[in-house]
């Protein structure tokens, strides 16, 4: 699912933004792929099709971005882990945090301030 004809600036975002709004627009079977993750459960291997290839994209799309000069990062891997982290969590469910005071979270505004975060990151 390589795309070249996209800066690896916005592949990233368009992949990223996909993932948060999925987990938006679709919360129950977000729940459930979250689920089975943690659990390690049989159904894992199957959920992983779907998901590993999302993640390994995003992967060479932060080492493309690295090779050019777009990105700035250390490790790899942990910025694909802290990446995934701030996309997995961004908005999650509202009922369980607690530390959150806005009533009503619009999910263009989580996709705008997550992405955001990232990408200060990525190229200062």
Excluded: C
């Excluded at 996209?6 to 679709?26: A, N, Q, T, Y």
């Amino acid at each position: 699912m390589k795309n070249r004809s996209k800066s690896p600036e916005e592949e990233l975002r368009s992949i990223l933004e996909g993932v948060i709004r999925f987990k938006w627009e679709d919360r129950e079977m977000a729940v459930i792929i979250h689920q089975e993750m943690a659990l390690q459960s049989p159904r894992l291997k199957k959920i992983l099709q779907y998901t590993q290839p999302v993640w390994q994209r995003v992967r060479e799309v932060l080492e493309d971005g690295k090779k050019q000069g777009k990105f700035h990062f250390h490790s790899l891997d942990h910025t694909l882990l802290v990446i995934m982290g701030a996309v997995l969590f961004a908005g999650a469910n509202q009922n369980q945090n607690l530390l959150i005071n806005t009533e009503s979270i619009n999910v263009d505004d989580i996709v705008s301030d997550t992405l955001n975060l990232i990408f200060d990151g990525l190229m200062n």
